[in-house]
């Protein structure tokens, strides 16, 4: 018997490791199409606008002809070009303000949808609207423009905030200065802005708060801790992971808003079919974007991640 033990018992690990490669060759035939995609239509093009950022690129018949320049089109972009310094400037201000004030609103929202109560799901579907119809015919027919569907996202902030209230009017009819308006209509639009990128955000926090463990509220609740506490020693050490995750992703989406200066120009350099400036101008302005971001992430692993674990 001992000895059909031992025989029986390779046979039973070979088995598993059979069944454990079967799993990954399945699974590797699943991820292929993604995988093949990922370097068809990502890592090579990245690779690409790279180089075209030491070259000087020309549209030729059927083919791209690039002659390395070296760091010329940098210099175009920092001495020649007169719009690119004020475009950076503004692009990273904009991401300056927006990336936190989008985060604790995202937060706070969650906090409140996650909530019990009655109609929650309805609010929620109320806050993901706007990533379900940012772009395409629907909301270029709320805004009146269905002429070009790739510029609705563009033009999403202004148009929305415009046909919800007119200020001008308004402050006209008060008898007010002309600057008072514009400047109520630029805080408008703003706010728009940040409330219509909010939507993913919120749907990620509901996601992590739910994964938290009702065991650790109830303990809290014994000892006595106020709701105060439980968000600080509780929910908002549990969201570590998704905090990062909303970051990143709120980072990749304000740098490649239509709406930002940069990506405006960038786009109209492609148009003019100067790919080798262009290129030089989405890199400089990634850089600058991720070493922010980096900084951010290494303090905030640093000082709250692993203290929290």
Known sequence: MAKKDKISKPKKSIHARGIEALKERYGWICVAPWVFGLIIFFIIPIFQSFIFTFCKVTLVTGALNTKFVGLENLKYIFTVDQYFPDNLAAGVGTFAY???????LSLILALMLNQKFKGRVFFR????????IASGVILGTIIGDTSSVSNVSGTTDEAVSANMIN???????TGLPEKIGEYFND?????????WKCGVQIILFIAGMQSIPDLYYEVSKVEGATAWEEFWFITFPSLS???????VFTMVELMTSQTDKVIKQAYNLISSQMFGESSAILWVYF?????????????FNHFCAKKWE
């Open 241 to 247: 992971r998704v905090i990062t995750l909303v970051t």
């Open 187 to 195: 805080a408008i639009t703003k706010i728009m802005n940040l409330v």
């Open 167 to 173: 200020v001008t009017e308004l402050v006209e009819w």
């Open 125 to 132: 579907a109320i806050y993901f609207l706007p990533v379900i």
């Open 287 to 299: 850089c600058i974007i991720g070493a922010i971001l980096g900084v951010i992430l290494f303090a």
């Open 98 to 104: 927006s990336f936190p004030i989008i985060l604790v």
